[in-house]
T-cell receptor
């Protein structure tokens, strides 16, 4: 079975540009999570969806960040405009059992 | 000012020894406690969970112990192998939510 799929795996962009990260959850999973991981702050939950509906976006840093889940098999996390401090590894995870989340391989974002 | 990154606690063991990784939690309302393993360059991977009404749970080569009196969680790995080298995170799920709150992590290094 394919696990959680994320694209791109690596993204290098210049400050001010728009960045879109993509995620395909595991088929049949009804919850989807976006995390950010940095050395300074560790692993932080940004937002999560249940049955395609955003449930908790309290971790989204600011209005530059937005996330959508138009259907059960696709989600995006957008940063516009991007800033150097957004550089991090962004993980998508999905679950059907709330304590057991399946993480994707991550997108390493570098904003110069 | 100068930024300071997370300084992960580290544990170094010899191959074949048993490992014990510890975690303190703060929220008595959490109803599940979970251990995740993150290998270099990969997303976190679920290892084992324990409900808050249990003291001990065993898996394959792993045992999780929960001490609610002192709010302490531990992961024991038997006969540690080089493939166990990774960062281990404890996480908690608070009642009524799907939101995982991750700890800072412990880096385990297994020496051959």
């Amino acid at each position: 079975d394919a696990g959680v799929i994320q694209s791109p795996r690596h993204e290098v962009t210049e400050m001010g540009q728009e960045v879109t990260l993509r995620c395909k959850p595991i088929s049949g999973h009804n919850s989807l999570f976006w995390y950010r991981q940095t050395m300074m702050r560790g692993l932080e939950l940004l937002i999560y969806f249940n049955n395609n509906v955003p449930i908790d976006d309290s971790g989204m840093p600011e209005d530059r960040f937005s996330a959508k889940m138009p259907n059960a098999s696709f989600s995006t996390l957008k940063i516009q405009p991007s800033e150097p401090r957004d550089s991090a590894v962004y993980f998508c995870a999905s679950s059907i059992r709330r304590q057991e989340q399946y993480f994707g391989p991550g997108t390493r974002l570098t904003v110069t | 000012g100068e930024s300071v990154g997370l300084h992960l606690p580290t544990l170094s063991v010899q191959e074949g020894d048993n490992s014990i990784i510890n975690c303190a939690y703060s929220n008595s309302a959490s109803d599940y406690f979970i251990w995740y393993k993150q290998e270099s360059g990969k997303g976190p991977q679920f290892i084992i969970d324990i409900r808050s009404n249990m003291d001990k749970r065993q898996g394959q080569r792993v045992t999780v112990l929960l001490n609610k009196t002192v709010k302490h969680l531990s992961l024991q790995i038997a006969a540690t192998q080089p493939g166990d080298s990774a960062v281990y995170f404890c996480a908690e799920v608070r009642g009524g939510s799907e939101k995982l709150v991750f700890g800072k992590g412990t880096k385990l290094t297994v020496n051959p």
